[in-house]
């Protein structure tokens, strides 16, 4: 695949504590001109990203992130509150804690409230792999499926670890045929996500790969 291609499964990122609006308008004029499939941005900006790409580029959010134990209200205000600001995709943190002691009913139920939210929009479900057991991550696969998510998401990021080339094969032969794959953290070059592709994903989470191309 060449760079270009590549790019455009990028949703280009910046989600730092130290985010300015200036370097948020930045990765905006980024994506723009590589053709990127969305800029992924804290909710605090949604609507000026929003106004400012006047839909040249997707704008995508995050919620409850990153560690995804705030309240499903809370989520679905989130959710709500970054739709109604411009935002075309949402990316939810799910509830790990939960999860791990085997409620997977709060989960489900949470995933299809901000289904509900999020309706006509694309909604992606971070599942935050390095925490989870390979049960645990085959459940989510199974989960996600059931709530009617567009996509399962590795990672925020945030946490001890990010993509891995197993977890991505593992969720792509997990998930049902309509829920796609999505590797976000720590993709350092153009050569890993083209294998994160090659294995299953269909969007890519960084920032790298548009920085590795401007200096091209």
């Known amino acids: 695949m060449t760079h270009e291609e ?12 130290t985010a300015t609006w200036d370097q ?16 992924c941005i804290p909710p605090c900006y949604v609507k000026q990203a929003a106004d400012y790409l006047a839909g040249k580029v997707p704008v995508c959010t995050v919620i409850g992130f990153p560690n995804g134990n705030t309240t499903t209200a809370c989520k679905v205000f989130e959710t709500k509150e970054a739709i ?41 479900v971070i599942i935050e792999c390095c925490l989870l057991t390979e049960d645990e991550k085959i459940r989510m696969c199974h989960i996600v499926t059931e709530a009617g998510a567009d996509f399962i998401k590795t990672s ?10 197993d977890d991505v094969k593992l969720m792509a032969e997990n998930v049902g045929p309509d829920v796609r794959v999505k590797a976000a953290g720590g993709i350092h ?19 790298r790969l548009v920085s590795i191309e401007k200096k091209l």
């Open 84 to 124: 109604e600001s411009g935002a075309s995709e949402v990316d939810m943190v799910i509830n790990v804690g939960q999860l791990k002691a085997g409620n997977d009913q709060y989960v489900l139920d949470e995933i299809r409230a901000l289904r509900k939210a999020s309706e006509g929009k694309v909604l992606k």
């Open 6 to 17: 590549i790019l455009t499964h990028v949703d280009h990122t910046l989600l730092k504590q």
């Open 156 to 165: 925020t990021g945030f946490s001890t670890g990010g993509a891995a080339y």
């Open 24 to 39: 948020i308008r930045e990765i905006c004029d980024d994506a723009v001109k590589y053709r990127t499939a969305s800029v």
């Open 189 to 207: 070059s153009f050569e890993e996500g083209e294998k994160y592709l090659e294995l299953g994903a269909s969007r890519l989470g960084t920032s």
